[in-house]
């Protein structure tokens, strides 16, 4: 009942922190922008995007799972958006496309509860 407690009340921190580590991501692409490091993209697009999704299709039962899940789903959202790319579909920048996917799919698991 404890736990519970506290990861009911941890989500809202969390889903603020996914967003504000979007919208660093969607900020480098700014001019000028040298604050940010981006060494600071590599965990975001190897972990976030598939997060979030892996927290709508509720498939991580244990950490491990989780973290694999997180893994195989980040890799699949960024080989298709780069795929898009390559093909001259989008005109965007990945750094504005899977940030707003993220936090599109954030949006839906937050009121999905």
Do not use: K
């Not at 989500?11 to 981006?38: H, K, Q």
């Not at 491990?64 to 390559?86: C, K, P, Q, Y």
């Amino acid at each position: 009942m404890e736990i519970q407690r506290l990861i009911s009340a941890s989500e809202p921190l969390r889903n603020a922190g996914i967003v504000v580590y979007s919208l660093v991501v969607m900020a480098t692409i700014l001019p000028g922008f040298d604050l940010v490091s981006r060494i600071i993209l590599i965990p975001y697009y190897l972990l976030i995007p598939g997060f979030c999704i892996t927290l709508l299709l509720r498939q991580a039962r244990t950490i491990v799972d989780g973290l694999f899940f997180s893994v195989a789903w980040s890799i699949a959202i960024v080989v298709s958006v780069v795929s898009i790319e390559g093909l001259g579909y989008s005109q965007l920048p990945i750094n504005i496309v899977i940030p707003i996917f993220t936090v599109v799919i954030l949006a839906l698991v937050h009121y999905r509860r």
